[in-house]
DNA sequence: TATGAATGAGGTTTCATTCAT
DNA sequence: TATGAATGAAACCTCATTCAT
């Protein structure tokens, strides 16, 4: 058969129904049911249910950073890595925003509850960010005075704002305006003043 | 007797409990114990174990909006009001961490199971940055160019994302480190170039 | 004042609620409010919630076996008699037909719950029926091989279902029907046959 | 395994449950406890406790008029029809008595909360009993200007008031004697009179 | 591997009853 | 007597997880 493996049903289907009930007004029957197999199925592949969040989550992020990191390569300027990490991010939310939405709704909501490996794994997207900030910094084209890994927090936490307000609204067009403005902002806002 | 009325014990409880277990993990009979009453009696205050959520929220949202409005009152230029934006933000976060986490996750969680009301309260807050961002451009100060709103929710995505951040660690003395960059990010990004 | 007794008040609420929400779905502090009472005030007056009942149960028991009573006194006849104890009971229940509700439904839920004392004023209203078929008999116009006591009980059941009926429909012009269908059938059923 | 199905098992510990306290004062636990299943397991094979008495209640109703229709079938004259009637009616308490408890006393508490379905079910076993009047009225055995269906609802008030007092009683041989004197009184009553 | 019927722990909520005023 | 806010026991029901097939 050349459809998805069972395990890869599961997550895509657990991707959906997360998004859009919540993870904990969602029933694990409903995402098997989904991914069009049994109950029980889904504990041959999953310790239990949160274990299917984490692995979305970690999934998604490793994706997102592996993306990010074929993008970025060959890229000169921290201003040009910078414009491109913001819209590979949100090209992302806009092709699967279903995605993006269980992602940033449950990044914060298991918060605590997050084992390392997930943190890890969203330390290191952050990473990416952080780098390119730093090394902008060292190029002279960023303030010097900044620090690396708060600015790509920052930076997160507002395309992550504007993603969930695009991913719950209908007007799917925003994406592109997002992209520019978020970009605007911070690359003014992190430019050397002179 | 002095002490706070029954409800606002209920409330203050609740957000101790929500932001140490996350509200789907907290049990409405541990609210009741920490705000010291029966469980019933919770009932009487609030239809169920949501609405204690909802009523946090609100409640929360107006107070900022409120404190916003009286720290911004008298302030001249739109410069010197988002400087004071972030800093009454975070000063909030610094007072109450558990309530800013609450705050943050459950407004994401409970996402689009949020009734109007509660949107609107969040609305409010957001309009109060977006209006500071449309003055500053009506005065020359910004740049005419980016969308109020979408500034406001990108400045709120930045600032809740710092604030969670803090919530969670233990290095307390983030808040004034946080104000400072955000401010400088910001204001820098929506400066008007020349 | 010249209102009815606190107490009077709280057995008239309680007809008017158990008939409407049933016994076991009526709330205490419906009853309460329907009698203009605090709710805490209903325990100054009965032991408890089923203690109302049991009340309205008696009373209506021994009131309906007084009116009987005072019709029947002076009639000569069995024949007589027992047509008026059918036209007394369906008088009651149409006047009355929340309480004849509460009557006949309660009758039986509670059924084995009854306390001896309500059994027996229930053995009562069904005595003054069996010595009327006693009577009839012993003056030779009923038949003599048949049970009183069954006699009385067959002749409730059917008035009572007939009650029930007609207490949930809305077409209130059953009950002179109601009464001349019964009394043919039972005045014919129990005549001696020569 | 050739026991009965869970569904069964389920339905059976309910009358027995049901009749012994009552249906309101009967625990969904106490009636898996009795069935031999998890409370849980209730619950897939019916949507909730009401659904359970409601089902009770349609499953007798229509057996019971099933073993009407194959005991009248043949018979001749109206005047044994409305006999075997009886019979069997007696007969299925005299062989369950709990069932007819639950029966009987439900069937008013629930009243007016009776679904449409349930009251049709009622409906039909009521129209058994009217034909046979009908009929009886149609052949001249029976006086022309009683209505059928009040009859037989008077005659099912009649007879359900006996099976309650022998159900709740402890003296089994009853069930002949209610039989042979509620054929005698409504045969009579209903006879054509010359 | 796959199934899905069965489990049973446990939470939310109701509401009869109490008691301080 | 009267109040009604407070209590807290208890029940219905859900649903993650298991396990016999």
Redesign the interface.
């Known amino acids: 058969m050349e459809q998805p493996s069972k395990r890869r049903r599961i997550l895509d289907a657990a991707v959906e129904i997360f998004s859009r009930y919540?993870f904990?007004?969602s029933k694990v029957s409903q995402v098997a049911k989904a991914a069009g197999v049994a109950d029980g199925t889904i504990y041959l592949y999953f310790k239990n249910k949160e274990a299917i969040l984490i692995q979305v989550f970690e999934d998604t992020m490793e994706e997102l950073s592996s993306k990010q990191r074929m993008a970025l390569d060959g890229l000169e300027t921290a201003t040009d890595k910078l414009r491109t990490f913001v819209r590979v991010h949100f090209e992302m939310v806009g092709r699967n925003p279903e995605l993006a939405?269980v992602l940033?709704?449950e990044l914060?909501?298991?918060?605590?509850?997050m084992r390392d490996a997930d943190m890890r794994a969203f330390g290191r997207y952050l990473g990416i960010a952080a780098r390119i900030v730093a090394e902008g910094q060292a190029a002279g084209e960023f303030?010097p005075d900044?620090?690396p890994r708060?600015?790509a927090?920052?930076?997160?936490?507002?395309?992550?704002?504007?993603s969930?307000?695009w991913a719950?609204s209908a007007r799917r067009k925003l994406v592109e305006?997002?992209y520019s403005?978020?970009v605007?902002?911070?690359?003014?806002?992190?430019?050397r003043?002179e």
Chains 1, 2, 3, 4 share one sequence.
């Open positions: 919540g904990y007004n939405e940033t709704v914060r909501q298991s918060g605590k509850f303030s900044l620090r708060r600015v927090r920052m930076l997160f936490g507002a395309i992550d704002e504007l969930l307000e719950m305006e997002a403005q978020t605007r902002v911070f690359l003014n806002g992190l430019n003043k």
